[in-house]
């Protein structure tokens, strides 16, 4: 919605349709590395299998998440800022980075910043990728494109929008992406909620039925990467039911390949039903789905069994601690299974030769690292490969790569943490983190790529491996949730109008970040209201279209503004959502509430 305010317009714009050896032989192997003479800048701290070595080829570029990698060896990266980092101050300069190595040692002499800056309303994002010799990045609630001319390793124009008005806010509002040979643009548009409970993370909140969030989050949407200004909508759905599938690969057979983050909170939610501790940290497995189109991969009525090896029902909708299955059976599982909450956040596919045969068309998957195994032990902050035959996946995963935590495995104190992974043109595996902005470069120096590979490796432990030891570290969700996302929690501090009631401004705060009604404000004014190149900051007290009354306020969103001064972007009535007089009333209680 656009509501157009005096200082720079006030009226709210709602934009339609809008969010096998043990850790001993892994100690050996670094060992091995470092005294190698092949490995003579192995300064990552790294832990690889024998014959691999690493060089940190660039450091605190900003909180990098994924990254890719130009044919002529330019790296690529999409940094991010906002509350999933504490709001801290972001790198300055614009949140793209563009990293290349011209001296041959294995780390990067060249870098340059570029795209959207703070100054300009921009807030970074997760997704990168290239096509057709283009640069694809998120930026907000957008996937843009950039030119790369001849002669230059960034930009000179500007970004042309490819998708706008994608869904921001709640537990997940970031938006990775995957682009195939044909130029289908696959987005992830995560869900904004653990379990779509009425009320986000409370203990024995029933979950919504339908779940109303699936309208517009919780699966893939498919658009093509070849035309401009295309909008958010319904109807460009791919696949649903998948809670949050940050990582994408994508074999020669167009087959698209991506992971999914399990969900949060069993025990601690439903203690009646989940009564061991261990059972949150053991369920449900992370997975790897093979997607389809019009796939249902069960999100949020069903959870993957890591024990039982099943999507079994959720206990929001009726599940009794694992032994219901009812319409989960009918739902897609997935074709290979990891320990729960290790948090899978990119996947590369191996295409290249450098590597052993043995790594050769599988997937690299980088794990971000575990929060909800509290009291016992956290897991993850690693990199494993999983090898494919096909369509589906070939044995238990190997722990390709560790050590980027330090001393200590959690979210509060890991030193770096992986988020993103591609694989450069020469075949070396590159490796982002998040934490402090480092990018790791792997290559294999142990002998021909055409070998069998290394003889000694980690295996992962199994999906169902017990807990582990119990620490004292606790730890929160990663994604900055507070404990009722979106709803009354949330908006408990806000004021309220007239005629409107508090649960009213909580719903409000719902539909506005597209967690009910089938739209969404923020892709114009940002989660927090504060105003995006393409709509109106909506805290300020000076309104132009109106009095800034409550009654107005829902006027204007009903009848919608179809010139707005000042802002190129209509608002059709009711922001092009089917909302109900009551949604109308409840979202404009919270611009109210915003504004006051």
Known sequence: MHFFRLRRVSVVVMLGALCVVSASASAQSSSAQSANPACPQNDSGLKLPPGFCATVFADGVGHARHLVVAPNGVVYVNTWSGRYYGNDAPHAGGFLVALQDTTGTGKANVNQRFGETVQSGGAGGTGIGLYKGALFAEINDKIVRYALPA????????????????????DHPMHPFAIDADGSLYIDV?????????????????GIDPCTELQTRGGIWRYDANKTNQTFSPAERFATGIRNAEGFAIDTANRIFVTQHGRDQLHTNWPDVYKQPDEEATQPAEELLLLKRGGDYGWPECYYDAVQKKLVLAPEYGGDGGKKVGPCAAKGAPIAAFPAHWAPNAMARYD????????????FIAFHGSWNRAPYSQGGYNVVFQALTGDHASGQCEVFADGFAGAVKSPDQAAHRPSGLAVGPDGSLY????????????????????????????ACPTASAPAGNI????????????????????????????????????????IYHGQVGGATCT??????????????????TQWLWSDGSYGAIAKTITAGVLEPKQYREPMPPMGGAELTPDQVSAVAAYVWALSH
């Open 190 to 206: 995560a869900t904004a909620t653990n379990a779509c409970q009425g009320q986000n993370r409370t203990p024995k909140s029933p």
């Open 523 to 540: 892709g114009c004014h940002g989660a927090a209201g504060t105003g995006t190149a393409l709509g109106p900051n909506l805290t300020d």
């Open 151 to 170: 002669g230059s390793i960034v930009p000179q124009g500007s970004a042309a929008t490819i998708v706008s008005g994608l869904p921001l806010g709640g």
């Open 471 to 510: 620490t004292v570290a606790d730890a929160k969700p990663p994604e900055g949730t507070h404990p009722d996302a979106g709803t009354a929690a949330a908006t408990a501090s806000l004021p309220v109008p007239n005629g409107a009631t508090k649960e009213m401004v909580a719903l409000g705060d719902r």
């Open 431 to 458: 490796v982002s983190d998040d934490v402090r902005g480092r990018i790791y470069r792997i290559v294999y120096r142990g002998g021909s790529g055409s070998g069998s590979g290394a003889a000694q490796f980690v």
């Open 352 to 363: 290249k030769q450098q590597f052993p045969a043995r790594y050769h068309d599988g997937v």
